[in-house]
């Protein structure tokens, strides 16, 4: 059976500082690979996805990046965090192909202060 | 622009009363509908797929339909109970926007006693 991990569960970091969120996917090969945010009370937001390794598509521009620098491994970065960017982080995955269920990981809790 | 509803305020109901929740779309003609569950702190959990060709789809207390004259999806959960207690997030799919989702706001419901 398939699984995701992130890590880490919660973050508090301070303005200014940088940022890498790791996301891990267990049991498939060639997943469709997302990020996204869901600030305090709002929707899900579309951050990146990707359907390769080095294959990154930006939804909303800002201070993140994306990388996919392994098959089943997506990693979300910024060089230097704004206190817009707290919100919880959510990676999820999907088969492609045409079966686009999508499977979340277990999210990261980020505060900018 | 494309956009998605789902009723923000809270809906609250009795156990055993049959919770429904609207899901409305405009300026979209999605090939498939789904619908997830969501728990404070957690990711969403995948629930039901619905296709543009089918009126309805059921899984044991769970029915949802599919309206593209309406342009909207109506989730029930009959005999609702406690554990029900969530937000719930519509998702229509558009074939050709590679691979995206685009999330609804959710609703949440509250079942009490």
């Known amino acids: 059976s398939q699984t995701i991990h992130q890590w880490p569960a919660t973050l508090v970091q301070p303005v200014g500082s940088p940022l890498s969120l790791e996301c891990t996917v267990e049991g498939t090969s060639n997943p469709n690979l997302y990020w996204y945010r869901q600030a305090a009370g709002r929707g899900l937001q579309l951050l990146f996805y990707s359907v390769g390794i080095g294959q990154i598509s930006s939804e909303v521009p800002q201070n993140l990046s994306a990388s996919r620098p392994q098959d089943r491994q997506f990693i979300l970065s910024s060089k230097k965090l704004l206190l817009s960017d707290s919100g919880f982080y959510l990676c999820?995955?999907?088969f492609g192909r045409g079966q686009e269920t999508q499977y979340f990981g277990p999210g990261t809790r980020l505060l900018v202060l | 622009s494309q956009k998605i509803e789902q009723n923000s305020e809270a809906l609250n109901i009795q156990e055993g009363k049959t919770a429904t929740l609207t899901c409305n779309y405009t300026?979209?003609?999605?090939?498939?509908l789904q619908w997830y569950r969501q728990d404070p702190g957690r990711g969403p959990v995948f629930l039901l797929l619905i296709r543009e060709n089918e009126k309805e789809k059921r899984k044991e207390r769970l029915k949802v339909t599919f309206d593209t004259t309406l342009k909207q999806s109506l989730f029930h959960i009959t005999a609702s109970q406690p554990a029900d207690s969530a937000t719930y997030l519509c998702?229509?799919?558009?074939?050709?926007?590679?691979?995206?989702?685009?999330f609804g706001t959710g609703t949440r419901l509250q079942v009490t006693l």
């Open positions: 300026n979209y003609s999605p090939a498939y």
């Open positions: 998702a229509p799919f558009l074939t050709g926007t590679a691979s995206k989702l685009t």
């Open positions: 999820a995955w999907t």
